[in-house]
T-cell receptor
Framework: GDSVTQMEGPVTLSEEAFLTINCTYT??????LFWYVQYPGEGLQLLLK?????DKGSNKGFEATYRKETTSFHLEKGSVQVSDSAVYFC???????????FGTGTSLTVIP | NAGVMQNPRHLVRRRGQEARLRCSPM?????VYWYRQLPEEGLKFMVY????????ESGMPKERFSAEFPKEGPSILRIQQVVRGDSAAYFC??????????????FGQGTRLTVV
């Protein structure tokens, strides 16, 4: 079946450190891949997406590349800020499917 | 264009009461998803609806939970005879079809249900 496996947290980094949050997936079809961010007390917001192999999604300094050969969609940012502290969710949707499959979320705390 | 609107934001119910959670999708969106998030856990899919139809309810508990998305008005998630274990954040998301495929999901801010 379709599923997403996401790096366990929590992750604590110092400001300006490099961030990687790993995400791998299993899909029966050709999925679209997403990263969502959830700030405390809020709903999920789309951070970036990629709809086909080798696409790179990017937004607010975050990037993720759709790697079909490794079934991965790792999230990266070169220099994190305190304001990036949040929970990050990797998700997929098979293009003919009904639902979005979410990872368990990775909590990121950035300390000054 | 307003985002996905959920109300109430916070809901407190006593055990045995009914909880009704409302979700108005974004304008032009005809697909609604409901998810549950337990403390310190990820999102669990509950149900996927289109207007007047339940498409996938594989994540819904067999008893006490129901969902609808009528032709007019918001989608409703109904929990009857609530128990303490129902305490969670419930998120609604909406999407639309673009060239035969569902777009990304746009989320509301959630309803935080507390059962006392």
């Amino acid at each position: 079946g379709d599923s997403v496996t996401q790096m366990e947290g929590p992750v604590t980094l110092s400001e300006e450190a490099f961030l990687t949050i790993n995400c791998t997936y299993t899909a029966t079809g050709y999925p679209s891949l997403f990263w969502y961010v959830q700030y405390p007390g809020e709903g999920l917001q789309l951070l970036l997406k990629a709809t086909k192999a080798d696409d790179k999604g990017s937004n607010k300094g975050f990037e993720a590349t759709y790697r079909k050969e490794t079934t991965s969609f790792h999230l990266e940012k070169g220099s994190v800020q305190v304001s990036d502290s949040a929970v990050y969710f990797c998700a997929l949707r098979v293009n003919t499917g009904n639902q979005f499959y979410f990872g368990t979320g990775t909590s990121l705390t950035v300390i000054p | 264009n307003a985002g996905v609107m959920q109300n109430p934001r916070h809901l407190v119910r006593r055990r045995g009461q009914e909880a009704r959670l409302r979700c108005s999708p974004m304008k032009g969106h005809s697909h609604v998803y409901w998810y549950r998030q337990l403390p310190e856990e990820g999102l669990k899919f509950m149900v996927y609806l289109q207007k007047e139809n339940i498409i996938d309810e594989s994540g819904m508990p067999k008893e006490r939970f129901s969902a609808e998305f009528p032709k007019e008005g918001p989608s409703i998630l109904r929990i009857q005879q609530v128990v303490r274990g129902d305490s969670a954040a419930y998120f609604c998301a909406s999407s639309y079809r673009d060239r035969g495929m569902n777009t990304e999901a746009f989320f509301g801010q959630g309803t935080r249900l507390t059962v006392v």
